[in-house]
């Protein structure tokens, strides 16, 4: 358990060093911001560069659910809200979650897991809502995390029939979600 | 007589040899008195005969002065008769006296008297005439015979007594020649029976004790010979019998003795051979010991030895135990300093912590902080995603829209990420500021223990300098004790050399004891033998 003595000169070396590091990184000099411009600039540049030749695919947000990514239509979709409060509207089915306040109006939310069947481990609560637009209306699918936004060549589609909602797998393992049916068939049946 | 005692028959023996000796003896004394007697009376005769004749003399005498006187008239031829005139009455006187016993005499005495008185008168005459007228006158005297007839008549008168005299004279000693005779005959005839009846006597006497001491004689031979088994026979009443009770009564003693003696005698065998043995035992036994005290003194001197060692040893101990004391004096001062510096060490390591805590708060802050910013870049990125959405929604006019919401979303996406590297640091600096918490609080627990640990060798030393110091007195008592014990066993090795020499000494003793059992032994063997010579 012995340990060679420390040497206190070393240690205060280097206490005075990351204190000036800190200091130097602390203080926006001039020369540092430009640096920074510079490098943003270079790489907006190189980013458009790569956007341009981009595929021309359909544009589709990747979100993620009870372990799985799913990508749904960009044009489906209206807005991405987190979830901040979701009240709970009694003698509503399974697959209706509740309801929550956007900008004053209130929007229906619905348990997304439950309406595909997949069990969501994680009821935290913390997640987000994407709104889709259903007949001139959002209503909110609650899911765990939204990954990004991307291009997908929905020609090169797998067939995928099993899932009532999932209009096959693209791009791998990303399951392309029916929105305007999960949607029907939903409010239908929460109509009737 | 037989039954008479010895003593009373010797009694009797001599009584009767002294009657037969008184007998004699008066016979004889009488005799002898006779014979005195006679002898006086010779001797009384030839003294009458001497004063007649001495009167006679005397008268002679007188006439003789007278007549020288008258012849010459010389006073000194007159010497003669003035001596016989003084003593001519006496010479009458004592005739007379001498024959006082003799009636005729006597008579004769008168007639003699008269006729000296005459003639002393006719000289008287004669004498003063011689003086007065002369010789004639005298002479004329003379011549008238009356001198010469008185001095006739004195001359017939004293013939005739002396006859008278001779006659006696002759008579007695006749008389005392008879009594010597008898005496002499009494004597040898008294002798004789003397003899006789004493051996007589004697004789018996002698066989009355004689016979029973050769008897005795024969029994005490046979006693010494060692024969107890026999009696005195004698059974008289004198002591002779007494004597043979009183010899039956010894030889019943000696038998007991002997018994006694014999009994006696085979013990002792018995016993100086157990003498004998156990003294040659002692002897082998005295070798050892004499070995043993070898041995105890050797040990003694290598003990003594190693107590001078012990002692040489003690005196360094205790030396080097001061040594220690001192030197546990000044650890004591260093754990007291030690205990100090660890109270020091405690406080700044106390100090330490607060100071680590209170960085530990600013790193809250700081993580407050964070998170705010994290939310900020979760909302830039969720507006960056909506951005993007509503640019597809606008659709070809949106389009560089859309890449602005993009560049938006990469902002968001680097500040996420500057969060998360800072949350990791925070964590990190975090998990360093308990580890460092951790290491301080067990430093200061350690240096807790240490202070513990300095107290209990603070204790520890001050038991050990007391127990030093007890040590220390412990050695110089041990030092004591041990010169004590040095003089103690040159005592002890006195008194061993002194066992040794005492031992030699029983050696030498035992040796001649282990003789004198062997002559016991011997003399044992005597005795038994002496004693069985008596058969009982």
Known sequence: MTRPSINWGNVHARLRASEIALQEALSATPQRIEAAYRERAARLANQLRQLKPASPGTPALIFRLSGERYAIQLKDVAEVLPCVRCMSVPGAPAEFLGVISVRGELRSVLNLSAALGVSRNDRSGDGFVLMVRHQGQGIGLNVDAIEEVRNLQLDVMTGFNQGRFVKGMVSGTLMLLDAEKLLAEVVSKEES | ?536
Do not use: C
């Open chain 2, 1 to 536: 007589m037989l039954n008479m005692k010895i003593g009373m028959r010797i009694l009797t023996g001599y009584a009767v040899a002294l009657l037969v000796v008184g007998a004699i003896g008066v016979v004889a004394y009488r005799a002898t008195n006779e014979l005195v007697s006679s002898a006086d009376w010779v001797t009384h005769t030839h003294k009458v005969k001497e004063t007649l004749a001495d009167l006679l003399s005397t008268m002679k005498d007188a006439e003789t002065g007278q007549r020288g006187f008258v012849l010459t008239g010389e006073e000194r031829y007159l010497e003669p008769y003035t001596a016989a005139v003084k003593t001519v009455d006496a010479r009458i006187q004592d005739v007379r006296e001498l024959t006082l016993d003799n009636p005729s005499e006597q008579s004769r005495i008168a007639i003699l008297q008269s006729a000296v008185a005459k003639k002393m008168a006719e000289l008287a005459e004669t004498i003063a005439l011689r003086r007065q007228r002369g010789e004639k006158a005298a002479v004329e005297v003379v011549l008238t015979d009356k001198g010469k007839n008185a001095m006739d008549e004195i001359r017939r008168v004293v013939g005739a007594m002396d006859d008278e005299e001779s006659g006696l004279l002759k008579k007695r000693d006749q008389e005392a020649k008879a009594t010597a005779h008898f005496a002499t005959l009494a004597m040898l005839v008294g002798g004789v029976l003397v003899v006789v009846v004493v051996s007589v006597v004697g004789i018996l006497i002698q066989r009355s004790i004689t016979r029973p001491l050769g008897v005795f004689m024969q029994f005490v031979a046979r006693v010494g010979e060692g024969d107890l088994r026999q009696e005195a026979k004698i059974k008289t009443g004198d002591e002779l019998g007494e004597l043979g009770r009183y010899l039956d009564q010894m030889v019943a003693g000696l038998k007991d003795v002997a018994g006694q003696a014999r009994f006696a005698t085979d013990n002792l065998t018995s016993a100086s051979a157990e003498i004998l043995a156990s003294t040659q035992q002692q002897a082998a036994s005295t070798g050892e010991q004499a070995a043993a005290v070898q041995q105890t003194t050797i040990t003694m001197e290598e003990v003594t030895q190693s107590g001078a060692q012990i002692a040489e040893r003690a005196k360094q101990v205790a030396a080097s135990a001061e040594a220690t004391s001192a030197a546990s004096h000044a650890g004591l001062q260093a754990m007291q300093n030690t205990a100090k510096t660890m109270e020091g060490i405690r406080d700044q390591a106390e100090a330490v912590a607060e100071n680590v805590v209170s960085l530990s708060e600013k790193t809250q802050a700081i993580g407050e902080i964070i998170s705010t910013v994290n939310d900020l870049a979760e909302q830039s990125h969720l507006l960056a995603l909506n951005a993007a959405i509503e640019a597809a929604a606008a659709g070809e006019q949106g389009r560089s829209f859309s890449v602005i919401a993009s560049e938006v979303k990469n902002l968001a996406d680097q500040s996420r990420e500057a969060t998360v590297q800072v949350r990791s640091i925070l964590g990190d600096i975090q998990k360093g500021i308990n580890t460092s918490v951790m290491l301080t609080e067990e430093a200061v627990k350690r240096v807790e223990t240490g202070k513990q640990q300095a107290d209990v060798a603070d204790r520890t030393i001050r038991t050990m300098t007391e127990n030093i110091q007890q040590s220390v007195q412990a050695f110089q008592q041990i030092v004591a004790g041990s010169n004590q014990q040095q003089i103690g066993f040159t005592q002890v090795m006195q008194a061993v050399r002194d066992i040794g020499q005492a031992s030699q000494q029983t050696a030498a003793s035992t040796q001649q004891l282990e003789k004198a059992a062997l002559n016991l032994t011997a003399l044992s063997q005597q005795l038994q033998k002496a004693v069985e010579r008596y058969r009982i």
